[in-house]
């Protein structure tokens, strides 16, 4: 488990893609080494979710970048390609808050502000700053969230050319039978981790183990929407 209390830990995330400075997918020459700082937005991706009265509780780290927590919708921010549906800002501890896409699901039957869930998924980054491409995303909001980290590991999760699975934990239950999952992936191993992205494979899928360095901005109050 990963207790990110005062935002001090590390983290999992998927592939950063690009230079979060610049947001420039096309720089083939983008690199990243371990000991590198790098500067992204961590997002949640949920693959199941549901409502509970618990208290929040530590993040528990699973397996790779997947996560199970317990969060609470604290800010909604318009998608401005579908009507009545929302972006947010999502509380996992009071020092870490991340930003949550959603794309195509109505508020009323979606997340829903000020109240508590239970779930699991993914934790990914943003590839640069969201506010840059909707305006009805505050930038002010983005900011604070905002991590600063060191690269501590480069991690070759597994190979896409291995078979027709989108990865191999569909094979011990995820995210279908999650309990038969996290009693199955004890024993995972990663296939082998990296000194530089330059060494990676071009089917190689990878996550990035990063400890935070600098999350001065974390501590940021948020102002929360109404949660009428």
């Known amino acids: 488990m990963i207790h990110l209390k005062n935002t ?9 893609l690009c230079d979060y400075e610049i947001g420039d997918f096309s720089n083939k020459s983008f690199v990243l080494t371990l000991g590198d700082e790098v500067k992204f937005l961590p997002c949640l991706y949920l693959d199941f979710y549901e ?8 993040l528990s780290h699973i397996i790779s970048n997947i996560y199970e927590f317990i969060f609470k919708p604290v800010k909604r921010f318009k998608n401005e390609q579908h009507e009545d549906c929302y972006h947010y800002l999502v509380e996992i501890e009071k020092d870490f808050t991340v930003f949550h896409f959603n794309w195509l699901n109505k508020y009323e039957e979606y997340l829903q502000l000020g109240q508590l869930y239970k779930g699991y998924g993914m934790l990914r980054c943003s590839a640069g700053d969201p506010s840059s491409e909707n305006t009805s995303i505050d930038p002010l909001a983005i900011e604070p969230i905002t991590k600063k980290t060191v690269l501590n590991k480069i991690i ?5 050319r291995w078979g027709e699975i989108e990865s191999p934990f569909s094979k011990l239950g995820y995210p ?16 082998r981790t990296l000194l530089s992205t330059k060494d990676k494979d071009e089917s190689d899928v990878i996550i990035f183990e990063v400890g935070c360095i600098d999350n001065s901005n974390s501590h940021t109050d948020i102002k929360h929407d109404s949660y009428s």
């Not at 509970?52 to 530590?58: A, F, G, R, V």
């Not at 070759?156 to 896409?160: L, Q, S």
């Open 8 to 16: 001090v830990g590390k983290l999992f995330i998927d592939e950063i």
């Open 51 to 58: 409502t509970t009265s618990k208290n929040p509780i530590p």
């Open 156 to 160: 070759v999760e597994y190979n896409d």
């Open 176 to 191: 279908a039978d999650f309990k038969q999952f996290k009693s199955s992936c004890s024993n995972y191993q990663p296939v």
